[in-house]
């Protein structure tokens, strides 16, 4: 690695360390696969439904095949639409063994899935009873329109996914602000709630089936209640239970501040290390929206700390934050843990304001573990919590290795990668950075075999 700006700060003799209790199985992942099979069983039965209400005559009818296939599409989205609900209603015991960036993931692969069967559903429903009443297809959309109780707001609901389907789009995405995104995804709820009407009083599986309709009720209810639990009730208690407020605003460097909260029983929250929470920060301009930050230091009884990087409207508010500004909080949240390590030995890397989770987690990894951390920056200025990083390593008796200099002199290729860390297989990997620099440590270290159980990454954006 002769051509980079590669610096070790410390890097002791061999040691002996003390042994580390062996790794339990902290993680709950049963809780996940009992989850994934109550989906995939709902989903066969929501299926299943139209076809056991079917009968042959009305099956060999005009329109019936059409009929048939648009109440299973319509059964089948309007499932997926009630996961993609779930998965993004941060239902903690799922969050803490899957983590909040994979929940979203998921949400966003399954998205096109409800709409493409609820808009397969409109059409055929419609070829279906036109075949049926032998007229035209306009015509009977202005039929269904007009005699069903509930579908004209079925059809806002459709309208209202479509559009916003369509702002979610990555390149609609990333054109509006993300305050304004997030408003405009919020009708979701409504148009979820206006197609479950329809569902209720129009469709064919639930008038005159009461078990059938009794059934359907209570899943929605169930998902309802989940949502509003996790999204809601327990953001509220946890707020007036906690008592969060601003203490301090400390400037870190250029651009960077951390604020000090104070709280009561903050422990109690079961917050760790790595983890983050979404901060309400309930003063003028800021209430209505909230913002994720990482914990920058292990949390204590009557103490937080996080550590902000200044870079649009809101973060640059923060810095003006008053002491005494009450915080509303949603969380802990993340997977980006000691809870998650799966070796007694770790490589941590972090770039820029991503060393803030790496930074908490180093305070929380036992005093036994075999511990390497990487920071990297572009200038020797820019390197956060450069004291205390230094501290925590040395009190873990591990290595410090700061790279600092332009990012195409630092390449942690998988080259450079061994020659650093040639133990990097046999070693939890944790990575915090801007894209650049953490795609090229995953990718890294992927490539000179560290497993997906040991690789884990906190990214900073949705
Ligand atoms: C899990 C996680 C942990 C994070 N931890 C830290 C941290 O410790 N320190 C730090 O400086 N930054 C952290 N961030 C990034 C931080 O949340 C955003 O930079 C901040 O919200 C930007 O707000 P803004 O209004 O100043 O910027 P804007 O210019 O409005 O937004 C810049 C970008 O930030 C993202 N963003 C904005 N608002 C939100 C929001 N409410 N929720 C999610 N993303 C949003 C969007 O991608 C947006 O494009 C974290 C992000 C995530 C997802």
Redesign the pocket.
């Known amino acids: 690695m002769a051509d980079t700006l590669l610096m070790t700060v410390a890097a002791p003799p061999p040691v002996r360390r003390a042994p580390v209790p062996p790794l339990q199985p902290r993680i709950r992942r049963e809780l996940v696969d009992a989850a994934a099979v109550v989906a995939g069983l709902g989903f066969g039965a929501a299926l299943a439904l139209p076809i056991a209400n079917e009968t042959a005559s009305a099956y060999r009818a005009p329109g019936g095949p059409a009929i048939l296939f648009g109440n299973i599409t319509a059964m089948g989205g309007t499932w997926l639409l009630l996961i993609m609900l779930l998965l993004a209603a941060r239902i903690p015991t799922i969050e803490s063994v899957v983590g909040h960036d994979r929940m979203l993931r998921w949400h966003r692969l399954l998205s096109p899935w409800p709409l493409a069967l609820l808009s397969a559903h409109a059409f055929l429903t419609t070829v279906g009873y036109a075949q049926s009443a032998r007229t035209g297809t306009w015509h009977q959309a202005g039929v269904l329109l007009s005699s069903y109780s509930w579908m004209v707001a079925a059809t806002a609901s459709w309208l209202m996914l479509l559009a916003i389907a369509a702002v979610s789009i990555r390149i609609a995405r990333r054109r509006i ?2 305050d304004t995104w997030w408003v405009i995804h919020l009708y979701t709820y409504l148009a979820v709630a206006l197609s479950f009407l329809h569902q209720i009083f129009d469709g064919s599986e639930f008038v005159g089936h009461q078990t059938a309709r009794t059934a359907w009720i209570v899943v929605w209810l169930a998902t309802a209640g989940v949502v509003l639990v996790s999204r809601v009730g327990l953001p509220v208690l946890r707020t007036a239970r906690h008592q969060m407020q601003v203490q301090e605003v400390r400037r870190e460097g250029k651009g960077v501040i951390s604020l000090i909260l104070t709280g009561r029983d903050l422990d109690q929250l079961g917050a760790a290390g790595g983890q ?1 929470f979404s901060w309400r920060f309930l003063t003028r301009g800021l209430w209505w ?6 914990l ?1 230091a292990a949390p204590t009884r009557t103490h937080m700390r ?4 200044t ?6 508010i923060l810095a003006r934050l008053r002491p005494g500004t009450r915080v509303a909080i949603e969380g802990p949240y ?1 997977v980006f843990t000691d809870a998650h390590r799966v070796h007694n030995r770790v490589a941590l890397f972090a770039a820029g ?1 991503g060393i ?1 989770p790496v930074r908490a987690l180093l305070e929380e990894i036992p005093a036994g573990v075999d511990v390497i951390t990487v920071v990297r920056a572009s200038k020797d200025g820019d390197l956060l919590f450069r004291k205390e990083i230094t501290d925590l390593v040395a009190h873990h008796r591990g290595r410090l290795i700061e790279m600092v200099g332009p990012r195409t002199r630092n390449r942690l290729d998988p080259v450079n990668l061994h020659k650093l860390i040639p133990d990097l297989a046999t070693r939890d990997v944790f990575v915090c950075g801007p894209d650049g620099f953490a795609n090229q440590v995953e990718h890294s270290a992927r490539y000179l075999g560290v497993g997906s159980d040991a690789l884990h990454r ?5």
């Open positions: 602000a993300y983050f929206h909230a913002h994720p930050f990482s920058s996080v550590t902000i990087k870079l649009g409207d809101t973060t640059a993340g304001v803030t906190e990214i900073f954006e949705f």
